[in-house]
């Protein structure tokens, strides 16, 4: 029985990414680590995403609180309205809306950027220059959003809550002291780490996904705009994926 | 006008040699049974028609792409059989001009150059580094240009950046990917003049990939003619002009 040609196609792409995935692990491990580049691109990466993922954590925050407001009133559970959305963006909402931000904003930078190198010859003249350019490029890149990743979205829980505490008191009067208070308390390692470890791999698979459709286009320009358009959508997939499968390990662990 | 003197018979010594030569692309043969020499401080232009395989030539012999079939003789080593170190330490002595000119769009003008400077040349100074860079530019006649980014360039400016990072490592042979196409008929005459510089600085030995009968006509000491993924006719200008065969007679007239 032949498969559709669509299943055919992804299991094919699944397949290719798998391998390049096992490339990066297996450059890695080999000697002349690329440090300055990896730095520059920690820099570009945690640089210029910082503006973006600060405005969307500020307005997540800030929303959630206000949306939430008129049902916890009518439980009379104002008071709970730090505690509630603490929870929901430390362990959830914000680090998935911070990845998929980082998937559209960094995904499609590294897609589009290499797709370009790929398709001016970049990519060959640092080939012909004896650079390995797989190590130069995919590896620093990858291991740049990796640990890039978990720190915007610290930046951004922080940010946040800091908007939830400008909602709380549209309304209300409380201090900053009395709402940290209140989300501390609140909060327990079994929220914090899960949640904190999963933006490790965030960051890895928009890494992959942005670095395989750069690296892999083809079709001279027009290929560029569909490896940043694809790397988009992949790594956001990706995240909801990576997601589920952190929910129910955390549930497992008994950490919910 | 610089010009260059052809090497005589009696001192012409192998430094690239391809024989029996194979690549296809599914079905579609480029290569069969290509053979090809080139000679030490010559400039030979490897001509034919689009898509019939030059660039693809030159891409084998530098090892960025693989044939199925043959022996490439770089400097007495086979490409073919070189591991990636081999192959790495080979490439510094081969420079490749890319047709697109392939400068890093996220480097300045500097950055470019000192690029295969810092991959190659870790023991040199900070100095040095910008000696060498420098030497590169004036070398092109752009030493203006040393803090500009790629984008800020003309394409004319941008090829002789391209030639400069190129030549930095000073290697023993060249090869030019249709070193014109897509300039001005002045910038085009600028690039030939560039190339038979570089062959008169630096010794070099090179392979011009050209359909530019002018480019051909003003640089090359030998002419090789692509047909049919064969090397069909060689020699100078003015003996193909001559040619009988009327593959060969329609480049020429």
């Known amino acids: 029985m032949k498969l559709p040609l669509g299943t055919q196609r992804t299991l094919a792409e699944i397949g290719d990414i798998s391998r390049f995935t096992w490339r990066f692990f297996q450059e890695c491990g080999r000697p002349k680590f690329e440090v300055q580049e990896f730095f520059r691109q920690c820099f570009m990466i945690g640089n210029r995403s910082l503006g973006l993922v600060a405005i969307t954590g500020f307005i997540l925050g800030l929303v959630m609180t206000i949306q939430s407001r008129p049902t916890m009133a009518q439980f009379g559970a104002e008071d709970w309205i730090p505690s509630m959305v603490a929870i929901s963006i430390i362990r959830e909402i914000g680090p998935v809306v911070i990845a998929l931000i980082c998937a559209g904003k960094i995904g499609s930078g590294i897609g589009a950027e290499l797709g370009s190198m790929k398709v001016t010859e970049q990519i060959d003249a640092m080939e012909v220059s004896g650079t390995n350019p797989f190590k130069y490029l995919v590896v620093t890149r990858v291991w740049a959003t990796t640990l890039m990743v978990p720190i915007l979205v610290i930046f951004a829980d922080f940010i946040s809550l800091y908007g939830s505490y400008l909602a709380v008191n549209m309304r209300d009067v409380t201090s900053l002291a009395l709402f940290t208070q209140q989300v501390v308390e609140i909060l327990e390692f079994s929220d914090v780490l899960p949640a904190f470890f999963k933006t490790f791999f965030f960051g890895f698979a928009i890494g992959v996904i942005g670095c395989y459709k750069g690296y892999t286009s083809s079709k001279g320009t027009e290929g560029v705009g569909l490896a940043a358009n694809s790397a988009v959508v992949v790594a956001s997939l990706m995240v909801f994926i990576i997601d589920l499968l952190a929910v129910q390990i955390t549930d497992l662990l008994g950490l919910t | ?253």
């Open chain 2, 1 to 253: 006008m610089l010009m260059t003197t052809p090497p005589t018979i009696s001192d012409r010594e192998v430094v690239l040699e391809v024989r029996h030569l194979y690549k296809s692309f599914g079905d579609n043969h480029v290569l069969k049974d290509f053979n090809l020499e080139l000679y030490r401080g010559e400039n030979l232009v490897v001509l034919g028609k689009s898509g019939s395989g030059k660039s693809v030539l030159i891409k084998c012999i530098i090892g960025l792409m693989h044939p199925e079939q043959g022996e490439i003789q770089v400097l007495a080593k086979n490409v073919i059989g070189l591991n990636k170190e081999q192959l790495d330490q080979m490439r510094t002595r081969v420079g490749f001009l890319f047709q697109s000119n392939a400068l890093y769009d996220s480097m300045t003008v500097r950055e470019n150059l000192e690029f295969p400077l810092r991959r190659h040349g870790r023991d040199k100074s900070h100095s040095e580094v910008n000696d060498l860079v420098m030497e590169a530019l004036v070398n092109v006649g752009l030493p203006h240009t040393v803090d500009m980014m790629p984008s800020e360039l003309s394409g004319g400016m941008r090829k002789r950046i391209a030639l400069a990072r190129t030549m930095i490592l000073k290697p023993e042979i060249m090869l030019y990917d249709e070193p014109t196409t897509g300039l001005d008929p002045i910038t085009s005459r600028e690039i030939n003049d560039l190339i038979l510089k570089v062959q008169e600085i630096y010794k070099t030995s090179s392979i011009i990939i050209s359909h530019d009968m002018g480019c051909v006509k003003y640089t090359a000491n030998r002419v090789a003619l692509l047909v049919d993924g064969r090397c069909f006719a060689s020699g100078s200008y003015a003996d193909l002009q001559k040619h009988p065969d009327s593959a060969v007679k329609g480049f020429f007239q």
